[in-house]
């Protein structure tokens, strides 16, 4: 160990001597890389994030003299294995992501390796142009990732694969030689040059008839590529070598014209068979893509004809009119098979059934039960029209092997996705992974087919290319490699002498007994390792930009940073529960740095295709990270604010507090004592609480009638200390809408502030000592209606999964929990809001959009005439962590996401829409705009 650890330090040092770009050695580095999006992890010894070509070049000098492996990678949404790695790990991601050059007349464009892909459709956009491969992933991956996969997407039908689109390709070499790869040998080093000619030369019959033909053939090498017929396209070549030939630095890729308009046809057939033998009969009619899903997958899922399957066919046209004739034109084709259709010409609809399909390789990975499912096998591809009857084989071969998985994907094209249920937990399950993983390899062959049709061959597959290609052009992969990669350098055990498929998995160094945690995790049999596992790598929350109301993961768009996202915070908490890199335990100092950025927004819980709910796993952390320790500052100020507001309540303090808060230096040692970001202004607190108004308003309101539907008003501590308007206006709208309204006779918390600093114990008493308040509500079977989106998301799910099933109140009263508008539709149906007849700008509160949902809202802000959309993202303040010293730059980033820009931008006449204290908070602190509850709103108008 102390050998080792001495060689990587002379690695590093030497690296940083070498490199002008970023050297990373450390423990929560490593632990970041150690796997991607597939079932493999592999420990690197350190990560380099290179400037420019000369830094690639340089570090593979050094890794060269120390004997040292590199691995290429982009974003590591890889499902194959191939962006792990032994050695260094160059991450691309950080620097080398600028498009050099777009030339729309030839319609090329010169990209460097970590050019996200949407980064470069924007680009080529602007020009009437795209880049024509378009995988699911398409908002973070990157176009080195691509090259290296030979990625395709759902638009191959008509603009084929990413070695389709390539022109030409700078790598550099293990062995230091930079090469510009394109069509032709006659400019390569003479080695290079010499040993592809006699390669190819001596092989010609084989090369012509050993590959099988059909449209996403990605396994193996494409040695194919050098045929003197094809003019030794050596950049077609190097695509989809999966980094083990070359390091790319610069590629030259084609781009095609994108279409002005597109329609979306639905085709619904009865059963995924039918939907996958009629697949191939549209390809006639020039779709863009040809999708096809079945109703296992997307349960729930809106928008959809009636039918047990579904085919997505998109087509493009000269104007919106002509899109949609077409897409007419493709389901009157289809009709004599299809149980029901619909065409979507709207671009909004489009993306909404899009968005279900995209997700799928995050929302495959459960079952309908909830039970696990994995990649291994996620794109076999064969022939287009053998995929019904392959797929019959398929459903079989699973029945066989006592396995299960939905099947979804490129239809048009032969490809499937599928993830299926191994336990790869128990050695007998890996022995069934690898049982079946041969036989379905056979299957493919049989069908005419190719192990990988889309993302390589990496550590999952690599090992049975014998079966589909034989010995001797396996042979002849082995000494392509080695003309490349002589010293085998590059990412080795990948594609050349591979690594056994089950070796390297990523769940051998998890524990097998459950860890002893404080939330229940129902969603994951209450096993912690089991909620960590959710996080498959597919990176969705590393997207830079947010459409929509979406909200995840805005600490990772603020700062840029992978441990910042919820995907790096879950592989730090995997290598948490493995031991060998993060060493340290609930104690873990990488951990509860990464976690430090967390806003606890709940974003990831309804935003990851997966459902990972990192807020909850950070409060999980803090407890026992903190336990029997002294806490920060912060924790103790903020997260018993509850505490703190009810004394000054009783003291009647507030008129004190407020003034000393405007005393420069009372205030500075206050917020220095408290752990508050000295940026900050603390809110006041209110003169009257909502509860002490409420007590004087109940004696003078009239008895309702006994037909009046009882709704108990949660008074959260926000609105009762800090903003009782909100309070006192949601019971003249309550009232008015005919609803008689009650308050709880005592105090009342949800537990929240304790819950977002890990204080779990105190959290749990708080809650058990509410629910004893709100006994006789919730036996009378009262509804709760909430304000504040926080604390009303926090009753939904905080409580009831921490108490879990120690105290079934806590499951009654979730879900007797509404929303404010949620109350008004459910129990006054037929009230008429007033009238506000105002624009509105704001934000969808975060936990409300995670977790309670806003169409109701929607609904009611229509019936009062309010109009415009309200942004995604999230406010930057979430609680106490916009207060905490420290986040402040970070707080203020994530408002400029979206919400600043959108208010700055909004008509003057525009009402501040905010249900959140905390981003009302935000926008007193960061605008002039004042920002209102809608409860507010609509009091105003009241007559």
Known sequence: MAEHEAEADELEQALRRAVHGDVSFDAASRALM??????????????????????????????????????????????????????????????????????????????????????????????????????????????????????????????????????????????????????????????????????????????????????????????????????????????????????????????????????????????????????????????????????????????????????????????????????????????????DHTVVADPAGQR???????????????????????????????????????????????AQHGLRGTPYGHFGDGCIHVRIDFDLMREAGVRVFRDFSTDLADLVVTHGGSLSGEHGDGLARAELLPRMYGDEMVGLFHRFKDLWDPANGLNPGVLARPRRLDQDLRFDVLPRRPVDVEFGYPHDGGDFSAAVRRCVGVAKCRNESVSGASVMCPSYRATGEEQHSTRGRARLLHEMLAGEVVRDGWRSEEVRDALDLCLSCKGCRSDCPVGVDMATYKAEFLHHHYEGRVRPAGHYSMGWLPVWLRAAARLRAAPVANAASG????????????????????????????????????????????????????????????????????????????????????????????????????????????????????????????????????????????????????????????????????????????????????????HQHAVLGDAADRRLRERAGLTGELSGGCCGLAGNFGFEAGHYDVSVACAEDQLLPSVRAADENAEVLADGFSCRTQLDHLTDRPARHLAELLAERLR
């Open 34 to 339: 150690t796997m991607d999006a597939s079932n493999y992890r592999r420990v690197p010894t350190g990560v380099v994030a290179p400037r420019d070509a000369d830094d690639v070049t340089a570090a593979l000098a050094v890794c060269r003299e120390h004997g040292v492996p590199v691995v290429a990678r982009g974003a590591g949404t890889s499902i194959a294995g191939q962006a792990t790695g032994l050695g260094v790990v160059l991450d691309f991601t950080r620097h080398m992501r600028s498009i050099r050059s777009l030339d729309p007349e030839r319609r090329t464009a010169v990209v460097q390796p970590g050019v996200i892909l949407d980064d470069l459709r924007s680009a080529a956009g602007a020009h009437g142009l795209t880049f024509g491969p378009d995988p699911s992933t398409h908002s973070r991956c990157t176009l080195g990732g691509m090259i290296g996969n030979n990625s395709c997407g759902s638009h191959s039908v008509a603009w084929g694969t990413t070695a389709d689109n390539v022109h030409a390709l700078d790598v550099v070499t293990y062995g230091g030689e930079r090469v510009r790869a394109a069509q032709g040998l006659d400019a390569l080093p003479a080695r290079l040059r010499d040993g592809m000619r006699s390669l190819a030369g001596e092989h010609l019959a084989l090369l012509r008839t050993g590959f099988p033909d059909l449209p996403r053939r990605i396994s193996g090498y494409a040695l194919d590529e050098l045929l003197p017929e094809k003019n030794a396209d050596v950049a077609r070549a190097l695509t989809g070598s999966e980094g083990t030939l070359g390091v790319l630095t610069e590629a030259t890729v084609r781009l095609v014209e994108a279409p002005a308009a597109r329609a979306l046809a639905v085709l619904g057939y009865p059963d995924e068979s039918a939907a996958a033998e009629a697949a191939h009969t549209l390809l006639p009619y020039g779709p863009l893509t040809v999708e096809g899903m079945a109703a296992d997958l997307v349960a729930g899922a809106s928008g959809l004809p009636k039918g047990g399957a579904w085919l997505f066919v998109e087509v493009g046209g000269t104007g919106r009119e002509e899109a949609y004739a077409r897409a007419e034109e493709i389901a009157r084709a289809a009709a004599h098979a299809t149980t």
């Open 352 to 398: 909404a059934l899009w968005r279900v399909r995209e997700d799928a390789s995050g929302t495959a990975t459960r079952m309908p039960d909830g039970s696990e499912a994995w990649p291994g096998w996620e794109d076999c591809a064969v022939p287009p029209a053998r995929l019904g009857a392959y797929l019959r084989d398929f459903r079989a071969l699973m």
């Open 663 to 846: 005393i420069g230096f009372l205030s500075s040692l206050a917020k220095r004592a408290g752990g508050i970001a000295p940026e900050r202004d603390i809110p006041e607190l209110a003169r009257e609480p909502f509860t002490r108004w409420w007590r004087g308003h109940a004696r003078t309101v009239a008895d309702s009638p006994e037909t009046a539907r009882t709704v108990v008003l949660w008074p959260d501590t926000f609105t009762n200390y800090l903003s009782p308007s909100v309070g006192q206006a949601a019971v003249r709208v309550l009232e008015s809408a005919g609803l008689r309204v009650v308050v709880p006779p005592k105090p009342v918390c949800c537990g929240l502030t304790w819950v977002s600093t890990g204080q779990l114990d105190r959290a749990r008493r708080v809650m058990r000592r509410t629910l004893d308040v709100m006994a006789p509500a919730l036996d009378a079977g009262l509804p709760v209606v909430g304000l504040e989106p926080s604390c009303t998301a926090a009753l939904r799910t905080d409580l009831p999964e921490l108490l879990g099933s120690d105290d079934p109140r806590a499951a009654r009263l979730a879900s007797s929990v509404q929303t404010f508008a949620q109350a008004l539709e459910t129990h006054a149906p037929d009230w008429q809001p007033p009238r506000v007849d105002r624009p509105v700008v704001g934000q969808t509160h975060c």
